[in-house]
């Protein structure tokens, strides 16, 4: 019963994802899987340092497209099929970890329907977030929860690593995880557990050589939008302060001022797993501030710290009553404010496919506010029709390489037949 509520209240939150369209780099993200996740492209994929990390993505987007070709729904209701399945693994990690075990259901509850974290689940495209949560934190369930000695837990310890590797070729990120294994470690627990994290920190290695082996060609490090010389020392915590608003101030305080040293570990502990897992992205060039796809998994501390401080009050009426404050204020907030940003991102993209599937012959284009590859492949997947459809007009033609995507609606000046 409490799954299917689980399941039920990050439904009922993230329902408007099913009526988004796609939006600006689906497309081109798609078109690649074609090559990337076929079978054929295998041998390519192995040999590209920088997309090998990105595997299961390219995976699971050429699966959905030779499932339903390119309907939106499908796409937005496998992403949130996968949310609904992290959002388990929380119970589930929560309840095999002594320091959070009060805390399982009501961190599972909050972070199902938690708004922060919104652009992971509404957002195609950063379904590499989901599926390294996925695999991540299976894997130290099973790490977390197989029996010392017995047969059956030598087995659960290997299906952990395999999902771990899966993890690693999620995203580069995922080599974070390894320390948040460490993390949930109990200090009595460390001469038996931590020697079996070998088989993950000698994955890890490797994941961290193909990271290194990528960096002369890695559109992250080439690109500007990613360098150690970013300004950390600011992102790091502007974007943890801004992750703790808004519940998760009140829960530090509630936690901070309890008796009960139990519930502080737990707050210690939770703390210090938001702050492991913002630091890959805390290295950000073109902001102080960590997208919200990317802090999908440090969601899941922050899921730990309010479930604490709910779960002092288990048994009584308030705790109840805040978690349905909290379900109905994030539920709100994703209906109104954040779907319409999302159906605002995907307006330029969505009326040029919509224009070019209503119009025959060349389509002139004055105006387009992101980078051309995004037009391009937008009308060949959603038409079948050739990219040299699209004629650009001078202004136009000179904004074909930008790299910077540019949201906003230009929908009264975008298109010219």
């Known amino acids: 019963m409490q799954l299917l509520f689980l399941a039920a209240v990050a439904l009922l939150a993230y329902a408007p994802s099913l009526t988004i369209p796609l939006i600006a780099d689906d497309y081109p993200n798609i078109s690649q899987a074609l090559t990337y996740g076929a079978p054929a492209g295998f041998g390519t994929l192995l040999h590209d340092a920088q997309f090998r990390l990105r595997a299961t993505s390219y995976w699971a987007m050429y699966g959905l497209w030779h499932v339903a070709g390119l309907t939106p729904p499908v796409y937005h209701a496998a992403s949130l099929a996968l949310h609904i399945a992290n959002t388990w693994l929380v119970f589930f990690v929560a309840a095999a970890w002594p320091r959070m075990r009060p805390a399982a259901f009501w961190a599972a509850a909050f972070f199902a329907v938690h708004e922060g974290h919104q652009e992971a689940v509404m957002w195609f495209s950063a379904i590499n977030e989901l599926l390294m949560f996925l695999f991540g934190m299976a894997s130290l369930w099973c ?14 310890e290997l299906a952990g690593v395999v999902l771990f590797a899966l993890a690693l070729i999620s995203k580069e990120s995922a080599i974070f995880l390894l ?13 038996r557990r931590l020697p079996r ?35 950390f020392w600011l992102t790091w915590p502007h974007s943890f302060a801004r992750l703790l608003w808004i519940w998760g101030w009140p829960a530090v305080l509630a936690l901070f001022l309890s008796s ?8 210690v502990a939770a703390l210090a797993w938001m702050g492991i897992a913002l630091l890959p992205y805390s290295f ?78 060349a389509i002139w284009i004055q105006c387009f506010p992101l980078p051309a590859i995004v037009a391009d492949e937008a009308v060949r997947l959603a ?12 202004g136009a033609a000179r904004e074909r390489s930008a790299a910077p995507f540019c949201y906003a609606d230009k929908s009264s000046q975008g298109l010219r037949h």
């Open 143 to 156: 790490w977390r929860s197989a029996p010392d000695g017995a047969k059956s837990g030598w087995r659960r």
């Open 284 to 361: 950000l060039t073109y902001s102080t501030q960590i997208p919200s796809r990317q802090v999908y998994l440090a969601s899941a501390g922050l899921a730990f710290l309010v479930g604490l401080a709910l779960a002092k009050y288990e048994g009584r009426r308030i705790a109840a009553a805040l978690l349905a404050l909290m379900l109905l204020h994030n539920t709100v907030y994703l209906w109104t404010k954040k779907r319409a940003q999302f159906v605002e991102r995907a307006a330029p993209t969505d009326q040029l496919v919509g224009f070019a599937r209503r119009t025959p012959g």
């Open 179 to 191: 320390p948040l294994f460490v993390l949930a470690v109990e200090p009595e627990e460390w001469r």
């Open 260 to 267: 009960d040293r139990r519930f502080r570990r737990g707050a």
């Open 197 to 231: 994290l070998a088989p993950h920190l000698v994955l890890v290695l490797l994941g961290l050589a193909s990271i290194a082996q990528s960096r002369s060609n890695s559109f992250r490090f080439t690109d500007g939008s990613f360098s150690l010389d970013a300004p």
């Open 383 to 394: 038409t079948g029709r050739s990219p040299s459809d699209l004629v650009w007009s001078a």
